[in-house]
């Protein structure tokens, strides 16, 4: 079970929270707040709601496995081997400098654009590279649950992830945008700090253990230098020391030629990649000694990074208030060839740029592999298999997303999570910072996504708070603090699927990340002592 320890973790949260609907009696807000005594989960619920998330979330968790085919497929094409080896190699030297911008592109991409998961499309290639450069999973982890984690706790335009909270507490989508884009900036800059710093910590512990290794090789080789002396006194023959000596001369004309071959920058790849061949298996596809042509995916991802940051840009009136998209989206869709309107016809129906979702990137993802299948004449057999290999691979991170839906499910139907609210809220009158983050904790540990975090709790929120002169930095805190719960939370649809992807156990990320959430914790505490007094 230690591969699966992600949906272990989660399954137990699942089975907590099905005790809480036990413990503690239901309520609900609609206008005023309302008891309805205890509803508890009984044993067929756990079976059916799984079934309900599906109904309400399964677009989700079939996007996680058309990415999973997606890469399946690659894995498919040699010349995505070579892809790979040709930036780590153009990067060498680099490489932190790589991780760093990684780090920036997907907090900012989920700041603005909302795209905590959309970015799975990028997740197999980003990991693929963070490994052949010489890291570790952890810092894999570090890298792409980190940014995205800032990404929300720093969030500014994605109207998506805010919607519900500039509703309840009556804001503007630009509320203290520098304040936010601060959050965004501190976050980061932590998140580098604390990650090159386990890379400087774990470099030295691997710098430990070879110096062993070499003292225990020495020793061998002393021991392997005598043994021939004793066989020689005991009349060892001539033929024998002849035989051993050939052999050590075809074994040292193998080792220079091995040497001369390392010198060539596709097989320096291939030794670095060798000291993290435990941690790379599986991760990156095999490698290939023949010469590919890598220009069609240099141009294919590119491409599909500019459309998912132009589809999922806040264009419109929730944004950025330009239409130019949306009026290109009518007049397309208006646009007729002798009286016919053709692109409406052949598209079918579609969304201007700034209000795509996870499902409109389907088509994209399915086109671009196809385009790389004729390109590079994959067979229909080696497509098929690539698909299922690499939807294989996706089932454990689309289980944690369907189970983690159905906890939602759970405290939806089960809405105990109201009167933990209340109690806390009532330990103080007005605003105070330290019931309002703990409620904001909870409520993003218990439900998970965004707008049902902000709605479970904010409406209730404000007929307890009513001064709102405070709701500038209410909306603050709700959000930094769910982008910063969801770098912990066993609820959390980013950490825990990726978790699974990377089989790095829930225990071992807590272990290594918590410098990092404590520090950045405390910075928004000041951050928001800070606000509250001005």
């Known amino acids: 079970m230690k ?261 060539k920058d596709e097989d320096i790849i291939v030794v670095k990649e060798s000291v993290v061949a435990d941690d790379s298996e599986g991760f990156v596809p095999t490698i290939v000694n023949s010469k590919h042509k890598i220009w069609p995916f240099v141009i294919g991802f590119f491409l599909l990074f500019v459309l998912m940051v132009l589809a999922f840009i806040p264009w419109g009136e929730n944004g950025f208030g330009i239409d130019f998209f949306t009026e290109l989206s009518n007049n397309t869709q208006e646009f007729e060839l002798f009286g016919f309107p053709i692109f409406a016809k052949l598209l079918g129906t579609f969304v201007a740029f700034g209000e795509w979702s996870i499902t409109d990137m389907f088509l994209p993802l399915g086109i671009l592999i196809l385009i790389f299948a004729l390109i590079y004449k994959v067979k229909i057999n080696d497509i098929f298999d690539g698909f299922v290999n690499g939807a294989k691979k996706a089932l454990a991170p689309a289980t944690i997303v369907l189970f983690i839906y159905t906890i939602l499910v759970l405290v939806t139907y089960h809405p105990f999570q109201l009167v933990i609210y209340k109690t806390i809220l009532g330990f103080s009158k007005g605003f105070n910072i330290a019931t309002t983050s703990l409620v904001a904790i909870l409520a993003s540990l218990f439900n998970g996504d965004p707008a049902y975090v902000f709605q479970s709790i904010l409406p209730f929120y404000v007929t307890e708070v009513t001064n709102s002169d405070f709701y500038t930095t209410v909306g603050i805190m709700f959000q930094s603090l769910y982008g910063l719960t969801m770098l912990v939370a066993p609820t959390s649809l980013i950490l825990m699927s990726v978790l699974s992807y990377l089989k790095v156990n829930y225990r071992d990320w807590l272990k290594n990340a918590w410098k990092f959430l404590l520090e950045f914790l405390v910075v928004l505490i000041i951050l928001f002592v800070i606000l509250a007094l001005i």
């Open 3 to 263: 591969k699966h320890n992600a949906i272990k973790a989660v399954l137990i949260t699942l089975l907590l929270f099905m005790v809480l609907t036990w413990i503690f009696p239901a309520a609900y807000f609609s206008g005023e707040y309302a008891e309805q005594g205890r509803v508890q989960m009984g044993l067929f619920d756990l079976f059916n709601y799984p079934l309900t998330s599906i109904s309400y979330f399964g677009y989700i968790v079939l996007f996680i496995v058309l990415v999973g085919g997606f890469y399946g497929i690659l894995y498919k094409i040699p010349a995505y081997r070579s892809f790979l080896d040709k930036i780590v190699a153009k990067v060498s030297g680099k490489e932190k400098l790589v991780l760093a911008i990684i780090m920036i592109i997907f907090a900012v991409l989920t700041s603005i654009c909302g795209l905590q998961i959309g970015l799975a499309v990028f997740i197999p290639f980003v990991v693929s590279l963070i490994l052949l450069m010489g890291y570790d999973k952890i810092v894999a982890a570090l890298t792409v649950v980190g940014s995205i984690g800032v990404g929300l706790a720093g969030t500014t335009y994605a109207y998506t992830n805010l919607a519900s909270l500039l509703q309840a507490l009556a804001l503007d989508l630009d509320f203290e945008i520098g304040i936010r884009f601060v959050i965004l900036l501190l976050g980061l800059i932590l998140l580098m700090f604390n990650v090159f710093m386990y890379i400087k910590k774990d470099a030295s512990k691997k710098g430990d253990k070879l110096e062993k290794k070499s003292v225990k090789k020495v020793e061998i080789t002393e021991e392997v230098i005598e043994a021939p002396k004793k066989e020689v006194k005991t009349g060892t023959s001539k033929a024998a020391k002849t035989s051993k000596t050939k052999k050590s001369t075809k074994k040292g004309k193998s080792s220079k030629n091995n040497n001369k071959a390392a010198l």
